[in-house]
């Protein structure tokens, strides 16, 4: 008997040592089945998808093909103002799908699905960890379908491997943080038109930015704003890095607001969704 009482200690004080992986294994299980449901929806009801797309390709048509060479003479580009403009638009196709991220979460919230699922043996941070996912996917593809278009418009960027790579990194952290943000808006709304409308100001930001015109072109008033607000920083980084010409201070602007942006969002989603669900 004396033999067995040490494997008998040794296994009962092992025990609370390990609930914590079960625990890891069934909140990322839960979140890939969540992440599967939003992509589903996302194929079934793929309008607002094209919604998305659409907005960001209106404004490169429009941008280019019909305001394109008086803009182009003004600020001094000659015919090459869609490399100026691509990098904006590129930026408003993540703010574009803000929308969709918002109102997707409220319809949750309002349609009684995730009460359901708090009857459930479900991971509840698994709920906004599908969205949030799910919407990163479908931003980077309309991202990379908005730059398809502007290359075969005349988009011709200078940027070798470590540009390319630096942009696209930049694109995927801001629209990681945009992400947040539209969740956490979509979760104080109280119903899905609400949710559209509140995340209206964040889609026009890139407008009052340096997307379509330098900023000093700007008067006083609004040229302060647009240097100052959050996009302007991404916006040129962005376009430094695509067209060789990277600006250090604006790197590290840009990186600054998409960290501290990511990290204000969700920590207001997950208080607004744990009140609320």
Known sequence: MST?????TTAVSAGPAHPAAPARRHAFRD???????????????????????????????????????????????GTDYINYLAPGILLMTVTAASTATAVSVCTDL??????????????????????VIGSFIQTMVSVGIVIGLALLMGFRPQAGLAGWAGALGLIALLTF?????????????????GASNIVMPLALLPFIGSTFVPTDSMPSVVRVFAEY??????????RGLLMG??????????????LGISAAAYLWAIRLFNRRA
């Open 245 to 258: 010409t990277p600006a250090t201070g604006d790197a590290i602007a840009a990186v600054a607001w998409c």
């Open 31 to 77: 979140s890939a089945t969540m992440l599967r449901r939003q992509l589903g929806h996302a194929l079934r009801y793929p309008g607002l998808s094209l919604g998305t797309i659409a907005v960001p390709v209106v404004f490169l048509l429009l941008f280019v093909y019909v305001l394109g060479r008086p803009l182009a003479r003004g600020i001094g580009t």
């Open 110 to 131: 309002t349609e009684g699905i995730v009460a359901r699922f708090r009857t459930m043996a479900i991971s509840r941070p698994s709920i906004l960890v599908g969205h």
């Open 4 to 8: 067995l009482t040490p494997a008998r």
């Open 177 to 193: 943080a945009v992400t947040w943000l539209a969740v956490a808006l979509g979760t104080l709304s109280k119903n899905p038109e």
């Open 229 to 238: 607000q959050p996009f302007t920083p991404v916006i040129e980084t962005i």
